[in-house]
């Protein structure tokens, strides 16, 4: 299949961090030719007066909470906690499916093209992954025994979807710990073993709240990031969601070990569980930063667009410096960084000759993107740019959105879905 998109501004994400006035060869899923493209194809996509950018990496998400969006909202943290405790514990597959297809279809639609999961049923997810065409890796949720509503051994469960998923194109197993509050030394050196056996991700939590430091200090004598690098889990494989309450010897640690992190701004600033992510001291020191969104119970919005945007916002207010995260940087983030995070930069995150075809099309003639210059245009995504101006989207060189509207599924269908098995889901629906 021979797929060319013409005439595009192509911000191509490279070493060099070109943009090119062209057209994209796209042959077998990847990327053959970036310029002048000649000859007919199989599919022509004009892109005059677009934007064209690789596909978003979305670094940490529950993306079958999407339906439970709007209702656990405006509440302290112990009761927002027993609230979606009391919800999740409700939910069916069923539940599960039309949330992870919605959540999947929401990030399409904006632009994101991998996503990271964690959560149970991953079996149930990787089906929406694989129906709507998007890329997943999905953390089975891995904790103690004794915290779980998992029928058997969390990890064993993890293990054997693994086994049941490997070798898929779309969908790539990981190992995801809830975090030191419900997992064991045990716990996380078994995933650990497992993990780098197998050459899996390693996705937890990690210093998300102030009372999770100090429940660590207490029970462990260290703080979170110190204790899992005393007990010698932390290296390149792992992916550390939130740390926003970080020291600067963690930080350390972290770059010594060649653990990344993901960095989820509006769901720690809607939560108020207060602690702004230190990430100037972690790019000084070397540490690999991406951005998740989390659950749409905390965010209510998968739209990286916005997550960028708010990220820069909230490190320049909270150091006075305007001259924090600046839009190539946080452009950066959320395509090469993000897959640097996963450890696929070899693969996604760029527009490069050779590498796997995620790209993304927005619509130049959106207002909020004009007026459109090159000197401009990064700053335009970053800070004007909406998910709603993502107008076609390839994931591994198959279009799965087109002018807006999904073409792998059904989206009004999904969407009646959602509604469904929302309010099968709440005891407030009416």
């Not at 207060?274 to 989390?294: K, R």
């Not at 001259?323 to 983030?333: G, I, N």
């Not at 970053?382 to 959105?401: H, I, N, P």
Request: proline share 3%.
């Amino acid at each position: 299949m021979r797929t060319v998109i013409r005439n595009g501004h192509i911000v191509t994400q490279n070493p060099s961090r070109q943009i090119v006035k062209g057209d994209i060869l796209v042959e077998d899923g990847r990327i053959a030719g970036i310029g002048e493209v000649r000859g007919s194809a199989d599919r022509e996509i004009d892109a005059t007066g677009d934007i064209v950018i690789p596909g978003l990496v979305n670094t940490h998400s529950h993306v079958s909470m999407s339906i439970l969006k709007g209702q656990i909202d405006d509440l302290p943290f112990d009761r927002f906690l027993d609230r979606g405790f009391d919800i999740d514990a409700r939910r069916t597959e069923g539940d599960i499916l039309a949330g992870a297809r919605q959540g999947c279809m929401e990030m399409l639609l904006s632009g994101t093209t991998t996503f990271v999961d964690l959560y149970y049923a991953q079996d149930v997810i990787a089906r929406a992954v694989e129906e709507t065409g998007i890329r997943g890796i999905l953390g089975w949720a891995v904790l103690d025994a004794q915290y779980t509503t998992q029928s058997g051994t969390p990890l064993d469960n993890a293990k054997r979807f693994h086994r049941s998923h490997s070798g898929r194109s779309r969908v790539i197993p990981a190992l995801g710990l809830q975090g030191v509050y419900v997992c064991s030394t045990e716990t996380f050196l078994g995933a650990k073993e497992y993990a780098l056996d197998n050459d899996l991700l390693l996705t937890f939590h990690l210093s998300e709240t102030r009372k999770e430091v100090v429940d660590c200090k207490n029970k462990e004598g260290k703080r979170p990031a110190d204790y899992l690098a005393g007990i010698d889990f932390l290296n390149d494989h792992c992916l550390a969601a939130h740390s926003a309450w970080l020291t600067m010897a963690e930080i350390r640690q972290l770059a010594r070990t060649g653990a990344k992190v993901s960095t989820c701004p509006v769901s720690n600033m809607k939560l108020a569980t207060g602690g702004v992510a230190p990430l100037p001291e972690m790019f000084q020191n070397g540490v690999t930063v991406s951005i998740g969104t989390d659950g749409s119970t905390t965010n209510n919005c998968l739209d990286m667009f916005r997550e960028m945007r708010v990220l820069s916002l909230l490190q320049k207010s909270n150091r006075w410096d305007p001259t924090v995260l600046p839009a190539q940087q946080l452009l950066d983030l959320v395509t090469i960084e993000g897959a640097r995070a996963i450890r696929m930069e070899d693969r996604i995150g760029s527009i490069e000759v050779g590498k796997q075809a995620d790209l993304v099309i927005m619509d130049g003639r959106s207002a909020n993107l004009r007026p459109l210059r090159p000197e401009n245009m990064i700053s335009n995504l970053v800070y004007s740019a909406c998910g709603a101006d993502v107008k076609t989207v390839l994931c591994d060189g198959e279009v799965v959105v087109e002018d807006h509207r999904m073409t792998t599924v059904d989206q009004e269908k999904v969407l009646a879905d959602g509604e469904a098995a929302a309010r099968s889901s709440s005891d407030d629906a009416v």
